[in-house]
């Protein structure tokens, strides 16, 4: 039963399933960063999906329908920021809402676009890695995918440059530790936490493209399934590292795949035990990591100019 | 007035209040003029949605009562919903998801009107709540008789995003169906998630491992993650290069196939509701469980141009049987023994 084809179909699996986490995470992280607990994460990735399956099925571009997700995923960002941190409402009872009503909207328009016909996108086209897509196993499960995977765990790098080395990630830091301090520095708290909060869309929503377009291949009313909620508990397991959303979500995507391979190799446990695999995974890592996690003193709090 | 008297016309005034409550009791299940159905998706899913609105529908026409339809709900809390539909006028609201098993009975005590649910037997209320634990378990083993006569790799897949006693019973009878033919040909079974029924991506990646394990025909129970593994059949080979063939279960996925739908376990829900209303009527409602099959092709397996004749024939010559009484299709709901089974097949 364990063939190399089903060995490497499983990691292949894993690898799908961990990049919509990857991406949320990354996002996730950037908003608490600089201070802005994004709870509607969920609400931006099925934008996103709705919006990047519609233009990939309309355009027969996978890169048109990552761009549409993007933007789909800013807009409602967008509104996300405008509230929270333009007018300073609760973050949480807004994430929520922009969450249910986005649900809700995509549902609907999947009523009246796609319910009639359930089109299918085809198989994304994958990038082989020279040489490195030979190796027995690993090569074709790792090292064949479409290429928006390889910019993706390329973003997290980029990320944690950004967060290192720029004076922007220092920026971003400060907006979510000493917001006041920051104000006091010159540099505006509002314009750091909106372009923050917009990024975290742009992830999302590339995030929720991706899960529509090449994870599934078909947008279905709540496709994302939660991908955004996990994305968040990532992100703060993660205690501002990018390669902790990696390892992170490579982790979830892996213990999804043993599920499989525990459930077609006739391993007789019940499924609810096997399932449990990889939140229980995500908890021993918070058992392990996350309580030295310190999350930045100003999360969740609207930043007031002048306020004690 | 004597105290006689008094009695006398007190015993009647009770007679009359008793024949009047008696005469309302009568009145109040006579009366059916509406009845709802609450859906987690749209019904437009080709599957346990729209069968059950459509179902709900073709009722109210047999019975002639309204029918309201409140879809797409998700999976969440729909005590709002409940409350609001009873308010509007329910007779009857159908609860039409497992998901849906605590809300609605607890609506119905709160508002008194009957419930209809799912996958909860235990939970039958006279004159107020009923279940409806379908199972199309006979129509299932017709699956794995036709699954076991056309694979080519010996190996058949389960893949299922939950394991409702509904789909734990119609997984088990596809694994006996299988066995009946060929206990050489293999049933790999596959849970996406304890709840996935929306989880299309992961329909998608455990089919596609499925396949890889070796499976050239995929048996798929779920609702939005079954197009995933549709994608996922429609996309990848089978090990042996060839086509990889999924069969349905509940609705006909026939006008959005390509080329891959080998069958489906096609339900029609319609005389359960219809049953539904008749008891309301009647004022048993709630006290007994409803039940479809293959006798009154309530459950029947849909012929598509995937299936040789010589094979669909052999197919319904097993159908006769089963109907007869000459095999008998157990339903098997509890998923530890549907386990047991494919490790049994497997070996």
Sequence with gaps: MLTEAFLAALLYGAVTAAVPLLLAGLGEQMSEKAGVLNIGIEGMMIAGAFAGFFVAYHSGSLWAGFGGGILAGMAVALVMALLCVGLGLNQIVIGIGLTLGFEGLTALMHHFLFSRTYPRLPAAEALAIPLLDRIPVLGGALFNHPPVVYLAVLAVPGMAFLYRRTQLGLNLQAAGDRPAALDVAGVDVTATRFAAVLTTGAFAGLGGAYLACVGAGIFVPFVTNGAGFMGIVLAMLARGRPVWVLAGAMLFGICLALTTAAQVAGVNLPTDVIQMLPFLAVMVMLVLFGRRASLPAALGIPYERGAR | ?347
Excluded: C
């Design chain 2, 1 to 347: 007035m004597t105290r006689r008297h008094a009695t006398g016309i007190a015993a009647a005034i009770a007679g009359a209040m008793l024949a009047g409550t008696m005469l309302a009791g009568a009145g109040l299940a006579a009366e059916v003029k509406a009845i709802a159905i609450l859906t987690p998706e749209e019904g437009t899913d080709y599957g346990w949605n729209q069968q059950g609105i459509e179902a709900a529908r073709k009722a109210g026409e047999i019975t002639g009562v309204e029918v309201m339809v409140a879809q797409g709900l998700g999976y969440g809390d729909v005590r709002p919903t409940l409350r609001e539909l009873a308010e509007e006028g329910a007779d009857l609201m159908i609860a039409h998801a497992s998901g849906y098993n605590t809300a609605a009975p607890e609506i119905a005590r709160e508002t008194k009107v009957p419930v209809a649910i799912v996958d909860t037997p235990e939970a039958l209320t006279p004159g107020l709540i009923a279940d409806y634990t379908l199972s199309g378990h006979e129509g299932a083993y017709l699956a794995g008789v036709m699954a076991a006569k056309m694979t080519r790799t010996g190996k058949v897949g389960i893949v299922v995003s939950g394991e409702p006693p509904s789909w734990n019973s119609q997984s088990a009878a596809f694994a006996l169906g299988v066995r009946s033919v060929n206990d050489k040909v293999e049933v790999i079974y596959a849970v996406i998630g304890p709840a996935a029924y929306s989880d299309a991506a992961g329909g998608k990646r455990v089919t596609e491992s499925v396949i890889a394990a070796g499976a050239d025909i995929i048996f798929g129970q779920g609702n939005g993650s079954s197009f995933g593994m549709l994608q996922a059949v429609e996309t990848r080979k089978a090990v042996d290069g060839g086509k990889v063939l999924f069969i349905d279960v509940i609705g006909d996925k026939t006008p959005i196939d390509k080329g891959h739908l080998l069958t489906s376990v096609v339900w029609d829900i319609t005389p359960v509701y219809v049953a539904m209303i008749e008891d309301l009527r009647a004022d048993r409602f709630g006290t007994r469980s409803y039940a479809i099959g293959l006798k009154d092709d309530s459950v029947r397996l849909l012929k598509t141009p995937q299936v040789p004749d010589d094979v669909w024939a052999e197919v319904m010559a097993v159908r006769e049987k089963i109907v007869s009484g000459e095999i008998e299709v157990p339903a098997i709901f509890d998923a530890t023994e549907v386990r047991k089974l494919m490790t049994r097949v497997e070996g």
